[in-house]
Nanobody, 120 residues
């Protein structure tokens, strides 16, 4: 069974930075796209950024220039570097991965979420 485990959330002051990490563990054949989303209570989960296993990236317009997604395929880990954080970035952040679990099964997985709070 494949699992995604996130780390790196916490409390940061406005203008500060955080780096989130999400590692995939378990048995699988291949990880395709990985991505980061966030959600605040009462709102839909929103896409922040995705990265293919080729390294191609896509970003939501509202994070371009502030957030950077990257991945280490050898470690099966995706990162989200967040700079110039604002109070409105406060949310639970989730990673997502499209995984070839076996030769015949493909799964879309979510991490458990990590809280990011931006406040002075």
């Amino acid at each position: 069974q494949v699992q995604l485990v996130e780390s790196g959330g916490g409390l940061v002051q406005p203008g500060g930075s955080l780096r989130l990490a999400c590692a995939a563990s378990g048995r699988f054949v291949l990880i395709y796209d990985m991505g980061w989303y966030r959600q605040v209570p009462g709102k839909q989960r929103e896409l922040l950024a995705t990265i293919a296993n080729t390294g191609n990236t896509n970003y939501a317009d509202f994070v371009k220039g502030r957030f950077t997604i990257s991945r280490d395929n050898a470690k099966n880990t995706v990162y989200l570097q967040m700079n110039s954080l604002k109070p409105e970035d406060t949310a639970v952040y989730y990673c997502n991965a499209d995984v070839r679990a076996t030769l015949t099964r493909r799964e879309n997985l979510w991490g458990q979420g990590t809280q990011v709070t931006v406040s002075s």
